[in-house]
């Protein structure tokens, strides 16, 4: 048997993972009608002469299904993170409560949550594309190797067998993703 070179199927895996974790991160930042802490994720607030994401300064938590409680630490600087929470662009509007923040979470319309549904699609196709990039890539490896006859062609298409299960099983897990996405935010 000739040596497989140097392919490496867990980087395959890692890196379509790393695909699929970048997906949930972007799908957690869509807001459905729903409370969830991590919406406030990409909040960056200007603390201490620079900018710290919001769970570094509060507790963010969710005590009902279309409420966000901020409790802030530190009393001087719940304007500060009011301000981030307004200028978020998140559609928030915080009702301020001495270090508490309270953020009641908007219906949706159907034309917003259509709206939301293809962004999810934006989303997932573009992390199918990223996929379909590291199967290529994985491909390239292994076509390389066998031209330079450090891996036999059987080798080869085993291993390019394994890397396409691996990115059919990517595929269907970012499918999944999105039709949970898509579920939650359809549902009124």
Do not use: C
């Not at 290529?136 to 036999?152: A, I, P, T």
């Amino acid at each position: 048997m000739m040596p497989t070179g140097n392919f490496d199927l867990n980087e395959v895996k890692r890196r379509m993972q790393g695909a699929v974790q970048s997906l949930k991160h972007e799908l957690g930042g869509l807001r459905t009608g729903r409370a969830s802490a991590s919406m406030l994720d990409p909040v960056q607030v200007e603390a201490y002469g620079s900018h710290m994401p919001l769970n570094q300064l509060a507790t963010v938590s969710v005590p009902e299904p279309r409420l966000i409680s901020v409790q802030v630490w530190d009393k001087s600087m719940v304007k500060a993170v009011e301000k981030a929470i307004v200028d978020s662009n998140l559609g928030l509007s915080p009702a301020t409560e001495g270090q508490v923040l309270r953020l009641r979470i908007p219906e949706l319309n159907e034309e917003r949550r259509k709206e939301l549904v293809k962004v999810a699609h934006k989303y997932a196709e573009a992390a199918k594309v990223a996929a379909r990039h590291v199967r290529r890539d994985g491909l390239d490896v292994l076509k390389k190797l066998e031209k330079n006859h450090e891996m036999s062609e059987d080798d080869q298409k085993r291993h390019a067998d394994e890397v396409q299960k691996v990115t059919d099983g990517t595929i269907a897990e970012i499918d999944q993703l999105l039709a949970a996405k898509e579920k939650e935010i359809l549902t009124v």
